[in-house]
């Protein structure tokens, strides 16, 4: 097997052809509240895509991280990731159809010595008022891709969209024949030894919430190439785990286990996968930590699902092995994410932590699972056992149905969430009345506090950039306390600016104004919210005229004249990527 640079390979013949290499963006979606990982390369260049100018200029190339969760079940076979990289290469209405499609016929035959024979192709059919794509065909054509190797799909196959609404097109996607037999004359798409590897969508449109399709201001070109997927084929096998790119991986997990890779593929892919996605997501700059909710639950449920898998397979979870796996990642990826330099330290206390906490509970735990199943009269773990084995031991839901999967059992998994939302509606009840009577709610200077947190956070996004957003808040009688992301600390100019502003519209005497709003509405005006996920369907957003726009319960005052004077107090570190102040109204 020989080792495959794509991702050298793939970044410099796109800067051959002057495009613009341009760093991979945080995994967590800077401004899109509604999705919790950026799931395509295109996802963090949607405003150029919409028109926006980008700094350096029409042609961009990258390797983005990536994280789908859709696949997460699936984790344990040979192809899939819950982190993956993907190369691609944008035209911001520069090039379109013939350059983008004889590069890639140029980047794959001739960069990456793929044969012609070996190549088929899929375009768009046409439906409504988007044609056929014959200049798509055409371009194949010319380039020496036989008629019968071309496949004319519908909208489910070739337009490309991410999710409901935005920049979309057809698209022409290239496939590769994987098999040992004989290359077949024409393509058959139904046939699953065709491979997809690299896909061009062709962005010149947009698709809005009422269903309409707008013409963008400008022809796009979005690309991407799934990395793992191509390095497998490049390299001449059928299970992505046997690739360079998890060789060292596996085999320390097979010298620290008691099994090897024949016996338990499973558990040593989902091992290698989920140390992978743990330690891009705690290593991300917006700070993450295994939680209950969110981004921090699913890091919670990689790491937990992790150590059951590594204790499975007789790996001693008290060896470090958490940290030995998590530095070889490290090492491997360093050259192209420069976070996973600078959080190592926090990436590994990440990792370990969260493994000390689920292990005091985790043999226990499967003690009281096997009681469970031994005692169970139908085939089904209830919601109230589900829910003990995940607040007593701390397993995710998903961990227990996995368990149960493997012993042929089923869970309440309706009757869980039910149970689940129950306990979180008393606990919040519980923490509202203790707000109540601790801080009389919500005094005279915790509303102003409120107020002032929302022009905080607009100044911010002017003096910072407009990627600056709540990381969380915390508001006293005698101050107020604001966690945002940023990456550096704050010049005293900036924190001057930042001062100046909010005072320049405290002077301003600017109305305060709420309004209720459908949630998917809320999120379509633009309006500022920090974990879409965690509001009701309907929700209240408050606007300081065109300052702010922010989902949020209040209250608030009625004009911002009534704060006072601002004064930012202290600027520090909260935690990587996440800086703090503590801010005062006098
Ligand atoms: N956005 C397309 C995809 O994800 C091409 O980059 O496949």
Not at 354 to 381: C, D, M, P, Q, W
Not at 401 to 407: I, R
Not at 520 to 548: H, L, Q, R
Request: aromatic share 8%; glycine share 6%; net charge negative.
């Amino acid at each position: 097997m020989q080792k495959v640079d794509l991702k050298d390979k793939y970044l410099k013949f796109f800067e051959g052809k002057e495009h613009k290499i341009i760093p991979s963006a945080p995994l967590i979606p800077e401004n899109d509240p509604t999705c919790l990982f950026n799931t395509a390369g295109m996802q963090p260049l949607v405003p150029y895509l919409k028109g926006q100018v980008h700094p350096l200029g029409t042609r961009l190339t990258d390797v983005q991280k990536c994280v789908r969760l859709t696949d997460l079940e699936e984790i344990g076979d040979k192809t899939h990731h819950t982190f993956f990289e993907m190369l691609g290469n944008w035209s911001l209405g520069d090039y379109f159809k013939k350059e983008a499609i004889s590069w890639s016929f140029e980047f794959l035959t001739k960069v990456l010595d793929i044969p012609i024979e070996k190549l088929a192709v899929t375009v768009f059919e046409g439906e409504g008022q988007i044609p056929r794509d014959e200049e798509s065909a055409n371009v194949w054509k010319s380039m020496g891709i036989p008629e019968e190797r071309i496949s004319y799909l519908n909208k489910d196959n070739n337009f490309w969209i991410a999710g409901e609404v935005g920049p979309c097109g057809p698209d022409t996607e290239i496939f590769y024949w994987r098999s040992d037999s004989p290359v077949p004359q024409k393509h058959d798409p139904e046939d699953e030894r065709w491979v997809e590897i690299w896909n061009n969508v062709f962005m010149q449109y947009e698709k809005h919430p009422d269903g309409t399709i707008t013409e963008l201001p400008k022809k796009n070109v979005d690309t991407g190439m799934g990395v793992e997927r191509t390095v497998a084929i490049l390299e001449g096998v059928d299970d992505n785990y046997l690739t360079s790119i998890w060789k060292d991986i596996i085999e320390k997990i097979v010298e620290i286990s008691n099994t090897t890779y024949e016996e338990n593929p499973e558990s040593i892919r989902i091992i290698a996968d989920h140390i992978r996605t743990a330690v891009f997501i705690s290593a991300d700059y917006c700070g993450i930590k295994p939680s209950n909710t969110d981004q921090g639950y699913i890091l919670r449920r990689l790491i937990r699902r992790m150590i059951r898998h590594a204790k499975k397979i007789g790996i001693d979870l008290e060896s470090g092995f958490e940290k030995t796996l998590a530095l070889m990642v490290i090492e491997k990826y360093k050259n192209y994410y420069q976070e996973l330099t600078d959080n190592k330290d926090v990436v590994l206390d990440v990792l370990s932590n969260e493994l000390k906490k689920f292990n005091r509970t985790l043999e226990k735990g499967l003690r009281e699972f096997e009681k469970i199943v031994s005692h169970l009269n139908e085939k089904i773990i209830d919601k109230d056992l589900a829910f003990k084995l995940y607040d007593t031991y701390g397993f995710p839901l998903e961990l227990t149905v996995e368990l149960a999967k493997e012993q042929g059992i089923g869970v309440d998994e309706e009757g869980f969430k039910q149970k689940f939302k129950e306990h979180q509606e008393k606990s919040r009840a519980g923490s509202e009345q203790k707000f109540k009577g601790g801080l009389s709610g919500s005094g005279e200077m915790e509303t102003k506090y409120h107020t002032a947190t929302h022009l905080l956070n607009a100044a911010l996004k002017i003096v910072i950039n407009k990627d600056v957003h709540q990381k969380g808040s915390n508001i006293t009688p005698e101050r107020m306390r604001f966690d945002f992301t940023c990456d550096h600390k704050l010049s005293e100019e900036e924190k001057k600016q930042a001062e100046d502003i909010v005072n320049k519209w405290i002077q301003e005497a600017i109305p305060v104004t709420v309004e209720e709003m459908k949630k998917e509405d809320a999120v379509k005006s633009g309006a500022e919210c920090m974990f879409i996920e965690k509001y009701p369907d309907i929700v209240t957003v408050y606007s300081i005229g065109d300052v702010s726009k922010e989902l949020c319960g209040g209250p608030h005052v009625k004009n911002t004249k009534e704060l006072g004077h601002f004064k930012i107090k202290k600027e520090e570190a909260s935690s990587a990527g996440v800086r703090r102040i503590k801010a005062i109204l006098e």
